[in-house]
């Protein structure tokens, strides 16, 4: 199993762009998450989703949006970067029969 | 409602120190506990897990954290640090029977001398 990928690792974005930040897992968990980390602030809930069709807002979900039309993919939007949106950006799922969650490797966002 | 705390944003120890990484934690309900660790440029990796069997959790690379209902506490601990540790430590919580969205601390930051 690949477990959680992400792409792209790393992207400059200026004010205004858009972009899609990808999200894939192969283990078929139904929960899946989006969390930002900043320096010193721990992570950040953005969205979650707990199965295809069915998405929530988290903590800091302005200037995002999600969808899920599959299990295995949850990929997160930005649609008019700002740069407040620098930030590292983690995407994680869990089986729903247990509480730990397994994460990817990390996008790291930079808006100039 | 639950929440984490963690105590210290930054730990330094000597190679071959005892290594204690602080966490308080709040529930209203029983909760599930976890330690991660994040070396750098990488994602998140469980370290060790508490779901109420044994008290004491032993994860892997020798770490180990008890859980202390009394203290609200969920401290990480190895008696000898090692170079390779140098990381930071995340602690969450997640409410039993909730919606597995857990809470996580700040994170703190090992640092390891020689």
């Known amino acids: 199993n690949a477990g959680v990928t992400q792409t792209p690792k790393f992207r400059i974005l200026k004010i205004g762009q858009s972009m899609t930040l990808q999200c894939t897992q192969d283990m078929n968990h139904n929960y899946m998450y989006w969390y930002r980390q900043d320096p010193g602030m721990g992570l950040k809930l953005i969205y979650y989703?707990?199965?295809?069709?069915?998405?929530d807002k988290g903590e800091v979900p302005n200037g995002y949006n999600v969808s899920r039309s599959t299990t295995e993919d949850f990929p997160l939007r930005l649609e008019l970067a700002a740069p407040s949106q620098t930030s590292v950006y983690f995407c994680?799922?869990?089986?729903?029969?247990?509480?730990?969650?397994?994460f990817g490797p990390g996008t790291r966002l930079t808006v100039t | 409602a639950q929440s984490v705390t963690q105590l210290g944003s930054h730990v330094s120890v000597s190679e071959g120190a005892l290594v204690l990484l602080r966490c308080n934690y709040s529930?209203?309900?029983?909760?599930?506990l976890f330690w991660y660790v994040q070396y750098p440029n990488q994602g998140l990796q469980l370290l060790l897990k508490?779901?109420?069997?044994?008290?004491l959790v032993k994860g892997i690379n020798g770490f180990e954290a008890e859980f202390k209902k009394s203290e609200t506490s969920f401290h990480l601990t190895k008696p000898s640090a090692h170079m390779s540790d140098a990381a930071e430590y995340f602690c969450a919580v997640s409410s039993r029977g909730g919606s597995y969205i857990p809470t996580f601390g700040r994170g703190t930051s090992l640092i390891v001398h020689p």
């Open positions: 989703s707990v199965g295809a069709g069915i998405t």
């Open positions: 529930s209203s309900v029983p909760p599930y």
């Open positions: 508490y779901t109420s069997a044994a008290t």
């Open positions: 994680a799922s869990n089986p729903g029969s247990s509480y730990e969650q397994y």
